[in-house]
C-alpha cells in the first residue's frame, strides 16, 4: 500500500504571502497525484489533478508539480479565503485503490 | 448544475445496517465512475468504495465484506450499503465522482453523517 506524507502538519501564514506544500509518496505514483481544498463543515473541492492541471475554476494562483515520490502545491499569494486544509492524493493501479495524504492545515498566523 | 446529495445518514447501533443514497443531478450515475469517501470527525479522508461504469466494484480492505456499493439507473442514484457497522465507522459520508482518468475526485455531494454508537 502507498503511503502519502504531507508536510509540515500546520503552516501559519498571512495574507499575500507564498505558501509550498509538500507531498511524498512512499513508492512511485508517477504522476497521478490530486491536490484538494477543505474549509470547516465542507466537502473536499479538487484544486489540482494528475500532479499539475488544475481543475475547472481553479485560480491560477494554485499550481502543482512533481512526479514519482515528490509533490508539491503552491500558492503564489495567500487570500484569506485560502485559509483552510489542503490533502494530496493517489490512484493506485490494481487493485484500484485511492489514498489520501493525512493533510496539511494552513492557518492565519 | 451539477450536484451529488447525500442522505440516509443517522446513530445506529454497533452491529446495526443503514444504507446511504446519494442522488445526483446534471450527470448520470451510470455513465461515470462513482465512489464513497468518509472522514471521521477531526480526522482525514479515507477513500471507502467504488463503481465502475460497466458495474465492477472495489472496496478499501477496512470495508470489505461489510459495504456494499450498488445503483439504480432509473432513480440515478447511487448507494452503500452498511452493514456489521462499528464505532470506527463513524464519519461524514461524502459520494464523490472519479474523474474519466480515475485519478481524482471532481464532483463531491456535502456529505451525510452515520454515528455508529450504543
Known amino acids: 500500500e502507498i503511503v502519502l506524507t504531507q508536510s509540515p502538519a500546520t503552516l501559519s501564514l498571512s495574507p499575500g504571502e507564498r505558501v509550498t506544500l509538500s507531498c511524498r509518496a512512499s513508492?512511485?505514483?508517477?504522476?497521478?497525484l490530486a491536490w484538494y481544498q477543505q474549509k470547516p463543515g465542507q466537502a473536499p473541492r479538487l484544486l489540482i489533478y494528475?500532479?499539475?492541471d488544475r481543475a475547472t475554476g481553479i485560480p491560477a494562483r494554485f499550481s502543482g508539480s512533481g512526479s514519482g515520490t515528490d509533490f508539491t502545491l503552491t500558492i503564489s499569494s495567500l487570500e484569506p479565503e485560502d485559509f483552510a486544509v489542503y490533502y494530496c492524493?493517489?490512484?493506485?493501479?490494481?487493485?484500484?485503490?485511492?489514498?489520501f495524504g493525512q493533510g496539511t492545515r494552513v492557518e492565519v498566523k | 448544475e451539477v450536484q451529488l446529495v447525500e442522505s440516509g445518514g443517522g446513530l445506529i447501533q454497533p452491529g446495526g445496517s443503514l444504507r446511504l443514497s446519494c442522488a445526483a443531478s446534471?450527470?448520470?450515475?451510470?455513465?461515470?465512475?462513482m465512489s464513497w469517501v468518509r472522514q471521521a470527525p477531526g480526522k482525514g479522508l479515507e477513500w471507502v468504495s467504488m463503481i465502475y461504469r460497466g458495474g465492477d466494484t472495489f472496496y478499501a480492505g477496512s470495508v470489505k465484506g461489510r459495504f456494499t456499493i450498488s445503483r439504480d439507473s432509473s432513480r440515478n442514484t447511487l448507494y452503500l450499503q452498511m452493514s456489521s457497522l462499528r464505532a470506527e465507522d463513524t464519519a461524514v459520508y461524502y459520494c464523490?465522482?472519479?474523474?474519466?482518468?480515475?485519478?481524482?475526485?471532481?464532483?463531491w455531494g456535502q456529505g451525510t453523517m452515520v454515528t455508529v454508537s450504543s
Open positions: 446534471g450527470l448520470i450515475v451510470s455513465n461515470n465512475y
Open positions: 464523490a465522482r472519479i474523474t474519466d482518468g480515475e485519478t481524482a475526485f471532481d464532483i
Open positions: 494528475d500532479a499539475s
Open positions: 492524493q493517489q490512484r493506485s493501479n490494481w487493485p484500484p485503490t485511492w489514498t
Open positions: 513508492q512511485s505514483v508517477r504522476r497521478s
